[in-house]
Each structure stands twice: as C-alpha cells, then as structure tokens.
C-alpha cells in the first residue's frame, strides 16, 4: 500500500524559514521522481502551482521562477524523504503544500500541510 505522508507546515513570519519533508513507503523510492506543489486560497485543486520537482535518475531539480533561489528540494533515499527547503518566505507563499511521487506511471500524493506566512 502507498503512503506519502507530509509534515512541517506552520505559521511563520516573512524572511523566515520553514523545512517541509515527505515519507513515502510502498514502492521503490529511489525510482520515482518526487514533486512539491502548492495550493493557494482561493484556487482549485486544478489551480495547484509545480513548486519544484527532483528526478530519481540523476537528482536534477527544477524549480517554479517564483521561489527560485529561495527554496531547495532534495532526497534522501535510504530514507525514503524528499524535502523541501523554504527561505526568506513572502505572504505570496501562503497556501497548502502538496508531495506528490510519479512511479511507474502513476501518481500518487501526500495529504497538504499548511503554511502559513504572516506578521
């Protein structure tokens, strides 16, 4: 059975940082490519926005314009995590953070976890 479970979301000032991670089990991790996607308020679930994504081939990275150089994913393998690294956040990044993993053709997603960034 597939489980991605995300953790790490909360309130937080602008300029802060915030470190989300996502554990997966039930296929092999180390062949899937691993997403983070956001969802701000007010937008539909077909709205969600490719924050950044990690390969499993070669770990290379790509990210949306609007966090580059702000946010890093990574992976761990042998952990079965993939991360995301969020610095100097803005109030534009409110919204709910999604994992998703692609393995085999199929994707299969985390719960949201909320972040929140506010004075």
Same mark, same amino acid.
């Given at each position: 059975? %597939?489980? %991605? /479970?995300? #953790?790490?979301?909360?309130? /937080?000032?602008?300029?802060? #940082?915030?470190?989300? #991670?996502?554990?997966?089990?039930? *296929?092999? *991790?180390?062949?899937?490519?691993?997403?983070? $996607?956001?969802?701000a308020p007010g937008k539909e679930r077909k709205e969600r926005e490719l924050v950044a994504f990690i390969t499993y081939t070669d770990g290379v990275t790509h990210y949306a314009d609007s966090v580059k150089g702000r946010?890093?994913?990574?992976?761990? +393998? &042998?952990?079965?995590?993939?991360?995301?690294?969020? +610095? #100097?956040?803005?109030?534009?990044?409110? &919204? %709910? $953070?999604?994992?998703? &993993?692609?393995?085999?053709?199929?994707?299969?997603?985390?719960?949201?976890?909320? %972040?929140? /960034?506010?004075?």
């Amino acid at each position: 059975q %597939v489980q %991605v /479970v995300v #953790s790490g979301g909360g309130l /937080v000032q602008p300029g802060g #940082s915030l470190r989300l #991670s996502c554990a997966a089990s039930g *296929f092999i *991790f180390s062949n899937a490519g691993m997403s983070w $996607y956001r969802q701000a308020p007010g937008k539909e679930r077909k709205e969600r926005e490719l924050v950044a994504f990690i390969t499993y081939t070669d770990g290379v990275t790509h990210y949306a314009d609007s966090v580059k150089g702000r946010f890093t994913i990574s992976r761990d +393998n &042998a952990k079965n995590t993939v991360y995301l690294q969020m +610095n #100097s956040l803005e109030p534009e990044d409110t &919204a %709910v $953070y999604y994992c998703s &993993a692609r393995y085999q053709g199929r994707s299969y997603w985390g719960q949201g976890t909320q %972040v929140t /960034v506010s004075s």
